[in-house]
């Protein structure tokens, strides 16, 4: 698992823990079943705060993107197939939304964003 903690970023700590690892998830890079590190390994990784690392393994258990099992650790939940594939579709609109903006304020026409999708898509 492999997760980067920016200070420039305006995200708290906790929460760009959370999004990587979801996206981690998401993307299959973590499969079902596979263990999470310690709440307290995790913390000492990133030489952050054990509050923080419990932060975010608290919120991914309560969106259903782990399980927790007391004396055994936290592991990727077993995910619904349909479930999953709206969570990666939700995941890839909200992205293209931050495009879209982006776009908008570079005064780049839909156009020329289908076109470069097109040749980053054949790539």
């Not at 936290?74 to 609109?93: D, G, P, R, T």
Request: hydrophobic content about 35%; aromatic content about 6%.
């Amino acid at each position: 698992m492999n997760i980067i903690i920016s200070n420039s970023n305006d995200q708290p700590i906790y929460n760009q823990i959370k999004e990587q690892i979801k996206e981690q998830i998401l993307r299959g890079e973590l499969p079902k079943m596979s263990a999470l590190p310690s709440i307290r390994k995790l913390a000492k990784e990133l030489q952050i705060s054990v509050i923080t690392t419990k932060r975010a393994y608290d919120e991914l258990e309560s969106e259903g993107f782990i399980e927790t099992f007391p004396g055994k650790g936290s592991f990727v939940a077993a995910q619904n197939k349909e479930l999953l594939k709206e969570k990666q579709l939700k995941l890839i609109e909200e992205k293209l939304s931050e495009i879209i903006d982006d776009s908008k304020t570079f005064n780049i026409s839909v156009e020329e964003i289908i076109q470069m999708l097109k040749l980053l898509y054949e790539e």
